[in-house]
């Protein structure tokens, strides 16, 4: 899909690779980028052709040039041997969930997991057979005592979603490995530019595309990497599937690829210029973003990542929830939404104790998960300002 030697390919940086992966100009009549391919009917040649199917593309659903090109670049970036695509990262969830749990089977979810993916445990798959464990995300290699001759597979995500524990994926991988346990991993903060997850011990690693590699807020997307020992297998479930996206939406994430690294770099700085703010702001009782120091998962994360992205939460000391609500009513450049990784910035609150099963949450304050955009830093922190000054005249 690309056209660079393989030399060549081996060797370029992250940056170059992003700018050049799945794109071949010369399949292009030399346009840059690739159109959309709509289609479902793929005329064969002949009687013998369609008999044997005997062609690169053969219906809609089996692939075009535009699922292959996203596929093909996104195994190169994330370092795996198959990539496949779905229409949302919870579709992407879904997509590798099936493909490692099987009726009668034990399985190990992190507690702190987004919460849909726990809702298609405790439905879909509970009604298929099988038998969801919920886990501390601090266990490491003790994630053994767990193991139960049925268990088929391990879900990690680090940092959780929301709560920002990080996890130690190489000995939770190492121990599921030594009993062919699938270790499936949600990437979707770090993306494989900062934590290559195959690298790392992971078979299946998911993405939500919406996030950084939308990177606009208009689009929705999932994508589900392998290692070579899960590709038949995952490639397999997604043909029974068949739960592609639309070749707009593909088109949209190539172009969001080239400028994902440039992106997520910015929003690296730009994160941890407003959690060091905030870390200095007395109504702050505590800062959850993995690249402070003061994090109870940092060395891990600075032995296993190479960056953090612009998504962490705040804990407030003690205030009615009025005065929160006084603080977050106001806001003129932070939007009140769900999703992430577009270029504005967004606040939610949040409170996991409702959900988790496995371990407590009780951080002793609100708490407020941030989407720090691409505005000036100083305006983000003078509307900031202005909300902290309501919330404690609210108080
Ligand atoms: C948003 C998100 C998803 C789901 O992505 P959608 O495209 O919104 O379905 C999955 N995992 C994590 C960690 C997310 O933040």
């Known amino acids: 899909m690309s056209k660079l030697t393989p030399p060549t390919r081996q060797k370029i940086g992250s940056r170059t690779r992003l700018v050049h992966a799945g794109r071949d100009t010369d399949e292009q009549h030399g346009f840059i980028n690739m159109p959309p391919w709509r ?23 089996k692939g075009t040039p535009s699922t292959d090109a996203l596929e093909s670049a996104w195994t190169e970036i994330s370092g795996a041997a198959q990539t496949v695509l779905a229409p949302t990262g919870l579709a992407a969830i879904a997509l590798a969930l099936m493909t490692a749990a099987k009726a009668g089977d034990h399985i ?36 053994t005592t767990l193991f139960r001759p049925n268990t ?10 929301q709560s920002f524990e990080i996890q130690d994926i190489p000995a939770i991988s190492r121990a599921a490995h030594e009993r062919d346990i699938c270790v499936i991993a949600d990437n979707t903060w770090a993306t494989p530019l900062f934590f290559p997850p195959h ?37 397999e479930t997604y043909d029974c599937f068949a739960m ?11 172009r969001g690829l080239r400028s994902m690294e440039l992106r997520l770099r910015e929003a690296e700085r730009q994160g941890l210029a407003m959690a060091h703010w905030f870390l200095s702001r007395p ?26 992205s612009g998504l962490f939460s705040i804990i407030l000391h ?20 769900y999703s992430w990784g577009g270029f504005e910035s967004l606040v939610i609150p949040f409170n996991c104790a409702s959900y988790r099963t496995a371990t407590r949450w009780n951080p002793g304050g609100p708490a407020l998960r941030f989407q720090i ?4 830093i100083e305006d983000l922190k003078d509307d900031l300002d202005r909300g902290f000054e309501r919330l404690r005249n609210a108080v």
């Not at 190990?108 to 099988?130: E, H, K, W």
């Not at 299946?204 to 996030?211: D, N, Q, R, S, Y």
């Not at 592609?244 to 994430?253: M, Q, T, Y």
């Not at 402070?292 to 990542?305: E, N, S, T, V």
């Open 39 to 61: 289609g479902s009917t793929v005329l064969y040649p002949t009687y013998e052709s369609l008999s044997a199917r005997s062609q690169r593309y053969t219906y809609g659903t």
């Open 108 to 143: 190990l979810i992190t507690d702190s997991a987004y919460l849909p993916t726990r809702q298609f445990c405790n439905t879909i798959l509970l009604r298929m057979g099988v038998e969801t464990e919920y886990y501390d995300p601090c266990l490491g290699a003790e994630i």
């Open 152 to 161: 088929s597979l391990v879900l990690v995500e680090a940092p959780g979603s």
């Open 199 to 235: 690298e790392r011990g992971v078979d299946l690693a998911i993405e939500a595309g919406t996030k950084y590699l939308s990177g606009h807020s208009d689009l929705m997307l999932g994508l589900v990497s392998a290692n070579e020992r899960w590709r038949k297998r995952l490639r």
């Open 244 to 254: 592609c996206p639309g070749p707009e939406d593909i088109f949209l994430a190539l």
């Open 283 to 308: 109504e702050v009782k505590d800062v959850l973003h993995p690249a402070l120091p003061g994090h109870p998962g940092h060395a891990i994360w600075k032995r296993d990542f190479s960056g953090s």
């Open 318 to 337: 003690p205030v009615p929830e009025a005065a929160v609500a006084a603080m977050l009513n106001g806001l003129e450049l932070f939007g009140m939404g």
């Open 373 to 376: 955009g691409l505005e000036n």
